[in-house]
């Protein structure tokens, strides 16, 4: 490193933020105030939060009070602040205001038994606003309120087009060890539902208490608009923050209008000298799976979808309204993409309905309660699973197959990053590894495209990926031979034009970045991430070869499994320092291992899991071991969890699941349900390349796997289930209804639809290929549930029929039995709740697939189960003979 003297170096952004003068007040005092769930502290001059501290943990702040003395000029926002666009209604134009802009001193107006403290605005305020409006921090029946009224102080109408409140909370992790930003930072993700919507901050450690910001009255969460222009440097350290907006007709209209927004925009039109009071509410909830039952504690509503909000077109949903009041009238946006039938009320209090999807695409429900109060709830309807699934592979192995034999950076034969909006593949991009086959932006077509046969085999498919695996990734990505076999490059394409004939390189691509490696960066085998990819298409091939009959020919199954475990042993060997770190599709490690010990292959088994082992006790030391090559990621979770389950550290594998819990939601919209959070990759894997709150990136796929493998050990844990299935469904919720698998969905409201780069989106399919499964369950308040499958019952036997695309994997939860396929297929499970007894039916045999190898695995607490006729093969597997002609049923017995 190379030192430069501070009077000539380069200021830091958050240098140059310190340089801003100071004009919110800060020196002339803070006030202080004891509610009884909060110690609320405001600046004097500006009566803004300086701190919002919960009483249960004295020292914490959910605000980023800690940054106060630098981000206390012009520009910054703070919890209390406000922000309008207005007219006359004879003007066409709107005039943009905030109390932010240029800071002056309000005037303090009275307390009283209610107002704790309130202000005047019109010092922080242009003078030329025709509105009067003042602020009240409010005790409403004991609750914390933040309350604005607004006053029209001319002789024509106002319409206010947009208005927005910040919600400014401790996000900020700049400068922070992980443990110091899991101690005193928070995440927060948005229910934009209207009048029902609500704000949840999290704290990153997953431990409560958790903040609630509600509607006080009517104030209706219609959108979540980013605060770009607040000076707080946003990057890997910092998402950003944002804005509850009421109304947003103004910015639909103009910032927003090639967008299609989640709530239909409106705005307020105040009468002369009349006013309009709005504002929100702070609720503590106890933890994170305490929501929803605080939610309904203070009167608010709550909706519960099942499976969920991701909607294949062949499965029957459910949805669970919780409110004091009954159902008025619901409408469906588009009209004709949902059908809704109501049921019979589940428990008193607890309204009920069925959801079909009629259509591919986005659809909103808008619910209007006797009370007048309205709420939405957000629908992705997509394909049934298996026709999804299908596509996707197609589009993979026809539009983004390249075959360029003389291509000078060895890329023939592969599946390589697709432009959706150009309709074209990308062969050169200033980030080498879009281009070049390697790291997440690069590999996650390729990686796709073998995670597709692992759920759906294609002859014709695995053909094409078999001159992939063996040619092109096998000699090229990855090393084959000498000292740095196994070792597997960043990037196959590279920028180096004194190697290259001229013309090579595009003119109109700006070379001129750190992204744009030469040969010798690409070449470098030292990031670990790049080794799980590669292992997992040798896996993949491998279970293709050894569990069905002819569908790979090129090599045989001890090949390509022994490739898969060199591929481990090699991150170990050549990428030691993040190999420290855990991997996403770290998962693909423990399958291979799985694997290893079940073809007796033991001396390659002991060595993997002794290298796994060192990696573990390494965690075990530390507080939150969720390190990456940033500084804080949802990356290595998912890795982390299993082994430190696989080892016994279960002290880390809570530690995890709970972290995990605190950036992954569960609300009632497609696009947030279950979506792990993740702000930066659109840098690196997107084409719209910004700061952004991702969703659906490769984070919801990925860390769905150690939700629901938690849930399988703790099965009446339906927040788990809801979580683990919304990240699941999440990773396809994006595919294009040609098989287009996008980076993930722009959330910032100017633009609302997916990426145009295929990207990084890989890693996300892998999650769910291999997480996806069906799931019954019996919830004491909802009763019988469904996920991934159609369930009936008829007296004590409950029938589901499965609907995911693999249609390998089962979980009983009553049962506490995981029944998973390495082959074959279920066409549904039977679970008889007086007996215990299961009935399995399985799809008829085919070419490839002549028998089925079938797994039992009961969890401790779970019944145990024999399965009479069937042999266990030395893989510890049922080897179970198809019928060729129907479907072969199975029944299971528990053991008295």
Known sequence: MIFIPSSTRAQSPWEKLAKRPSTLGVDKGILTFHTPDFTLKLVGASQTVAALEPNTEKGFDFTPGDRLPVRSGDGLYHLGDLNLRIKRLSDTGWTRYSTATKRGMVKALPASDSVIAAADLAGTLPADIPLKIERYWKLINGRLTLQFKITNITGADIEIGDLGIPVIFNNIMEGKTLEEAHASNVFYDPYIGRDAGYLQVTRLSGHGPDLLVVPSGRTAFEAYNPLLDDPTPRGVTFEGFYEWMVHSSASAGKEWKAAQPWNTPTSHIIKPGDSYTFGLGFILSKEIKNIEETLAAHNRPVAIGAPGYV?????????????????????????????????????????????????????????????????????????????????????????????????????????????????????????????????????????????????????????????????????????????????VKKSLFYYQPDQMPPGTYDPNINYKTWAAWDHKSADDIGRSYNYPHVAAAHWVLYRLARNHVGLVTE??????????????????????????????????????????KAEGWNTQAKQLEEAMKKRAIHWSTLQYPFGSEMPWDSTGQEEVYLWSKYFGYNDKATVTINAILGYMPTVPHWGYNGSARRYWDFLYGGKLSRIERQLHHYGSGMNAIPVLSEYRDHPQDLYLLRVGYGGTMGAIANITEDGFGPAAFHSFPSTLKIDGLSGDYGPNFFGYAVNSATYVMNDPTLGWLAFG???????????????????????????????????????????????????????????????????????????KYQLKSYRLTQRNVYEIKLNKKGETVINLVPVK
């Open 311 to 487: 909607l294949p077109l062949d499965v029957n949903a459910r949805l669970f309204l919780r409110y004091s009041q009954q159902v008025a009238k619901i409408e469906v946006e588009p009209a004709e993409a949902l059908v809704l039938e109501k049921l019979p009320d589940t428990k008193p209090g607890i309204q009920t309905y069925s959801v079909r999807g009629k259509k591919w695409g986005r659809a909103g429900l808008t619910i209007t309660y006797q009370d007048g109060l309205t709420q939405t709830v957000h629908y992705k309807v997509i394909k049934p699973e298996s026709e999804l699934v299908k596509d996707y592979g197609h589009f993979l192995t026809h539009q983004q197959w390249y075959q360029n034999p003389s291509d000078p950076f060895g890329r023939n034969n592969s599946v390589i990053t697709y432009d959706y909006e150009k309709k074209q593949q990308v062969t050169q991009d200033s980030r080498a590894w879009i281009a070049g086959l390697s790291d997440e932006g690069g590999a996650g077509s390729w990686l796709g495209a073998m995670m597709k046969e692992f759920v759906l085999p294609d002859k014709a498919e695995i053909d094409k990926l078999q001159l992939f695996a063996n040619h092109t990734l096998w000699g090229g990505i990855q090393h084959s031979d000498g000292a740095q076999k196994y070792g």
């Open 555 to 596: 090599k045989n199954w001890q090949w390509h499994l022994n490739n898969a475990f060199g591929t481990v042993m090699g991150m170990i060997k050549l990428a030691p320092y993040y190999a420290q770190f855990g991997q996403m599709e770290g998962t693909v490690f423990f399958l291979i291992l799985s694997d290893l």
């Open 789 to 863: 499958g159609n369930l009936s019952k008829a007296g004590d036997k409950v029938l589901v029929k499965t609907t995911t695309a693999a249609k390998s994997r089962v979980f009983i939860a009553p049962a506490g039995l995981w029944l998973t396929l390495d082959a074959g297929q279920f066409d549904a499970a039977e679970y008889n709740n007086a007996t215990g007894a299961i009935t399995l039916t399985l799809k008829k045999a085919d070419a490839y697939t002549p028998v089925a190898y079938l797994h039992l695995t009961q969890n401790a607490k779970g019944r």
